[in-house]
């Protein structure tokens, strides 16, 4: 079973920087698509980001796009989201996971246990 462990999370404020990793314990990292997600206080959980298995592709919701940059690094099995330009609407439970398909989770998907992001005005 795959583990993923978020971390870099925390308080900024609005116009700051952030970034996010996302580790797994998985051998077989570097062979599925991985995302991010994040879900606002009293919200639905959204989908944030993708990046294809071997890092060449990645795909942003629209809100996101051009603020944030999805990567991964499959020789340590870790996935990365940058965050800039941050805006209080960024704010929320961010989580990572595993076999994203067309900006939503699949059956397989394995999820994090979420970090928290504040962005404060």
């Known amino acids: 079973q795959v583990q993923l462990v978020e971390s870099g999370g925390g308080l900024v404020q609005a116009g700051g920087s952030l970034r996010l990793s996302c580790v797994a314990n998985?051998?077989?990292?570097?062979?599925?698509?991985m995302g991010w997600f994040r879900q606002a206080p009293g919200k639905e959980r959204e989908f944030v980001a993708t990046v294809n298995w071997s890092g060449t592709d990645a795909d942003y919701a629209d809100s996101v796009k051009g603020r944030f940059t999805c990567s991964r690094d499959n020789g340590k099995n870790t996935m990365y989201l940058e965050m800039t330009s941050l805006t209080r609407e960024d704010t929320g439970v961010y989580y990572c996971?595993?076999?994203?398909?067309?900006?939503?989770?699949?059956?397989?998907?394995?999820w994090g246990q979420g970090t928290q992001v504040i962005v404060s005005s």
């Open positions: 996971a595993t076999g994203v398909q067309q900006r939503r989770p699949s059956l397989d998907t394995v």
């Open positions: 998985a051998r077989s990292f570097g062979t599925f698509n």
